[in-house]
């Protein structure tokens, strides 16, 4: 080992935010290290970024360090983990390392959305596995998560070793394996451990997480006492709670149907890699309408509010074969994710006005977390003795929980951590030793770029105030010929004073031309921020508000 090889910690995304997560080590001196990148996920926009698909996080840093980044690997497939795996890869091309499951969703994904993704190479591994890049030796060690296939990962450097814990939680009890490996933990405790980077999504919640097994309990109760349907939203990448739908509506004699195009990817690769063995097969929606209201279970999307999902369009009555009924039951088996609640509410709305009853995790256990709880981190504390803390996933608040209760519980270096800072782990003392670029940027279509770059502040402005397009055409001697062209998109159709909008803004357009004398025409441009002004002040006057405007003056 050189005297100057640091082995550092880089995150670009998850590390002040939920969702988006994505890490990078590196190792050596600082002007030759060597990179590996842990997971690389999306987030979802919020209304203000309208029109915009995804948020993914920014690699900029990466341009001038892609000769030095040896690999990616992939701790599970939830989108905030692995969604920006496709659209940024192609930029990075480098080996790809990630369980059978997340590798067979990646392809699923592909399929689907062929048009605007390209295919990403994967080599298997999974808990058990160890690969070796560059400085790096990897483990996967096996977790317990609310999707199947997760793991933690042991980083082995010269200079010590780290835990990466990804998603996890202890559930001794779950629907779908593994166990988290409280062995393996102890045996790397006992190897020795540096740092431990640790999920926070939960640090602010007492004790430990309920099991899976008593929501699946909890739902099996539901399903044999109803007297109609009953309808269950999940994410659709929890393949455990699906199973457990399934097995307790076969018991109960009642036929399930799943609806949403993701739900149902999910499910085919969890047939693939032998997760739904033993399941009866689903029925279609075209049998849906002649089974009786008792003998039908339906699995769907739509639990986080999403608008085009088939929770939604039931709540509008707008699928062709399947409606519901008053009397019918909708479990949202799921938690909102902050930001979601209004187009949650929206649906439920919906659903009771056709008489649907609503069950969440207000009224009955159906939803469990998939994050440790502080009792739980507590006990990957005690398992792995790690001397550096390091809170990751979650929001300040989350993070500052981490912090205070890693300090509490004996660890004696917990530094602060957010997206950007380079936090130097050895040799010497734990410090943030820099910054690099990081941000975000978004897919829009098929077209991915900066905020500006995709014209997205340009885009918010027009949903708050609309747009003016105006044309004046002028002749020879700089006079205006016929009428000007005018057309408003999202103004009100009156102003103030009961007159038509537009005619206000044609009588300010023409208004700035007649008031420039005829010598000093002859400037086009000047005479286009003319008209531009006046109408924008017009509409000002009139509304309140100033929209976009676009002037165009051509002389012929």
Not at 298 to 305: A, K, W
Not at 417 to 445: C, F, Q, S, T, W
Not at 461 to 484: F, M, N, Q, T, W
Request: a negative charge; charged letters at 25%.
């Amino acid at each position: 080992m050189a005297k100057q090889d640091e082995l550092v910690f880089l995150p670009l995304g998850g590390v002040g935010e939920i969702g988006m997560n994505l890490a990078l080590y590196g190792y050596g001196p600082p002007e030759h290290r060597q990179w590996i990148m842990v997971d690389c996920g999306v987030t979802f926009p919020g209304p203000d970024l309208p029109g915009v698909d995804l948020v993914l996080p920014d690699i900029r840093f990466l341009a001038s360090e892609r000769k030095n980044l040896k690999a990616i690997i992939i701790t599970h497939a939830h989108e905030d983990h692995y969604g920006a795996l496709a659209d940024l890869w192609p930029g990075l091309n480098v080996p790809v390392y990630a369980s059978g499951f997340t590798s067979g969703l990646l392809e699923a994904k592909r399929n689907f959305e062929k048009a605007t993704i390209g295919e990403v190479p994967v080599t298997p591994f999974k808990a058990g596995d160890t690969i070796n890049v560059g400085p790096f030796s990897i483990e996967g060690v096996a977790v317990n998560h609310s999707i199947p296939e997760p793991m933690s990962l042991m980083i082995r450097t010269p200079v010590g070793n780290v835990i990466h814990t990804g998603d996890w939680k202890i559930d001794h009890e779950p629907s779908l394996g593994p166990l988290t490996d409280e062995t393996r933990f102890r045996q790397l405790g006992d190897e020795g451990v540096l740092a431990l980077m640790c999920d926070s999504t939960n640090a602010l919640r007492d004790g430990v997480s309920p099991s899976e097994k008593d929501v699946s309990e909890s739902l099996r109760k539901i399903i044999e006492n109803a007297e109609g349907r009953v309808a269950i939203t999940t994410f659709s990448s929890n393949v455990g709670r699906i199973r457990t739908v399934a097995e307790a509506a076969e018991a109960a004699g009642r036929e399930v149907l799943l609806l949403g195009s993701s739900l149902k990817r999910v499910v085919d690769v969890a047939q693939d890699i032998g997760l739904m063995e033993g399941v009866k097969p689903f029925i279609s929606e075209e049998e849906y309408g002649y089974i009786p209201r008792d003998k039908v279970v339906v699995i769907l999307t739509g639990s986080q509010g999403e608008s085009r999902a088939a929770l939604a369009k039931l709540s509008r009555d707008e699928m062709r074969n399947v409606a519901f009924a008053a009397g019918d039951i909708v479990v949202f088996s799921s938690r909102a994710i902050p930001g979601n609640e209004k187009a949650i509410q929206d649906i439920k709305n919906g659903l009771v006005e056709q008489g649907v009853h609503i069950i969440t995790d207000t009224e009955a256990l159906v939803h469990v977390s998939g994050h440790p709880r502080r009792n739980e981190l507590q006990r990957m504390y005690e398992w792995t003795r790690p001397k550096i803390v390091v809170p990751v996933h979650g929001e300040a608040t989350h993070l500052t929980a981490h912090k205070e209760l890693a300090e509490q519980s004996g660890i004696a270096l917990v530094p602060r951590v957010r997206n950007g800072d380079i936090l130097r782990l050895a040799p010497g003392p734990a410090e943030v030793i820099g910054e690099a670029p990081h941000g975000r940027i978004y897919k829009d279509g098929t077209l991915i770029g900066d905020f500006d770059e995709m014209g997205i502040g340009e885009r918010k402005k027009l949903s708050y105030v609309g747009h003016v397009a105006v044309s004046v055409v002028l002749d020879a001697r700089y006079e205006i010929i016929g009428d000007p062209d005018l057309v408003s998109i999202g103004l009100p159709v009156y102003d103030d004073e009961g007159e038509e909008m537009e005619d206000t803004l044609f009588d300010a357009a023409v208004g700035a031309i007649e008031s420039i004398p005829r010598a000093r025409r002859k400037d086009i441009d000047m005479l286009q921020e003319a008209v531009r002004r006046a109408v924008r002040a017009a509409a000002n006057h009139a509304w309140g508000k100033k929209p976009v405007v676009t002037a165009f003056v051509t002389k012929v």
